[in-house]
């Protein structure tokens, strides 16, 4: 839409675009990007098998953080104000408005604008032009309608430029612009979801912590020394092996493990005691191994999960 940085502007860059629409250039939370992708949202697209990966990132907030970045991009250019994806540039976000005693141009006082100004001159002209280039003219007859409606409407009550800029926020909002298929309308209300039946167990959550970077699990629960695997452990972690001072016991004479007792990292005697009252388990060995395979056969029999991913 022939973005132009204002006269005053010094170097173009957005802020909070991570906060606000979930992705940010040069701000990914770690090495894997925003989004897993083996994501598959609820629904339609997890029961066909298929894998959504950037619908990990799309939620209620940053789906309305994106609109209103769009909005106030078109509204008033690049700039913080009104949750746009540009930094400061007014004191007072009011100072845009042009009633305003202190009144700051947009024009001068963001970082950019749009400046895309319509060809055409008939209002059906206009929204045909806008929907070639912001949606590849995939709009329905019945959008069409409701965009040139809006247009009329939008010229009684302010000018031509604001219903450019109404009709330029609408079909943002609308899935066509957002993707590449055609959409087909057909009039028909979703069904509404049935209501689930309360369950009559008790309550119970699974906390789970999701934590930047790794954490050293044979830094945290090892065989305890009276394990024959202490051995092993201490073999292969050399001189970074826990000593056995520096083990909290545990016992583990109930699970399946090939030790009765382990030990926990002296540092974490919370983790213990919640070990010991039952509120704590521990997973170890975890993996995302399908079944077990070879170096030649694991990409014919691993095709579910990303078997060398750090997980």
């Not at 799309?58 to 008033?76: E, K, Q």
């Not at 060809?119 to 280039?133: K, Y």
């Not at 959550?205 to 009276?226: E, K, R, Y």
Request: charged share 20%; with cysteine; glycine share 8%.
């Amino acid at each position: 839409m022939e973005f132009e940085a204002a006269p005053l502007s010094r170097e173009i860059r957005t802020e909070r675009l991570l906060e606000g629409i979930g992705q940010e250039a040069h701000a990914t939370p770690d090495v894997f990007s925003f989004f897993s992708p083996e994501y598959a949202a609820n629904g339609q697209i997890m029961d066909a098998s298929l894998t959504s990966p950037e619908a990990q990132v799309m939620y209620a907030p940053t789906i309305i953080g994106f609109l209103n970045g769009i909005y106030s991009l078109i509204d008033i250019g690049l700039t913080r104000c009104y949750g746009g994806f540009g930094h400061l540039s007014v004191n007072n976000c009011g100072h845009y408005n042009p009633g305003h005693n202190a009144y700051k141009d947009p024009e001068i006082y963001s970082h950019g604008s749009l400046r895309y100004s319509a060809t055409a001159t008939s209002p059906g002209d206009i929204v045909d032009e806008l929907a070639i280039l912001l949606t590849g003219g995939r709009i329905s007859a019945n959008i069409r309608a409701s965009l040139l409606t809006a247009y009329a409407s939008e010229v009684d009550k302010s000018d031509n430029a604001g219903a450019l800029r109404l009709v330029q926020k609408l079909i943002a909002s609308f899935p066509e612009f957002h993707s590449t298929n055609i959409f087909h309308n057909t009039g028909d209300p979703r069904p509404e979801p049935a209501t689930p039946v309360p369950s009559t167990n008790p309550y119970k959550a699974v906390v789970f912590l999701n934590l930047n970077g790794g954490m050293d699990g044979f830094n945290m629960l090892v065989p305890h020394p009276s394990c024959d695997m202490f051995q092993k452990y201490q073999n292969a972690r050399g001189l970074i092996a826990l000593k056995e001072e520096h083990l909290l016991e545990i016992d583990a004479t109930t699970s399946q493990s090939v030790c009765s007792k382990f030990g926990v990292h002296h540092k974490l005697p919370s983790v213990r005691d919640q070990f010991n009252a039952k509120d704590l388990k521990f997973v170890a060995n975890m993996g995302i191994l399908q079944q077990p395979v070879t170096k030649e056969n694991w990409r014919q029999y691993h095709d579910k999960t990303a078997l060398f991913a750090h997980k």
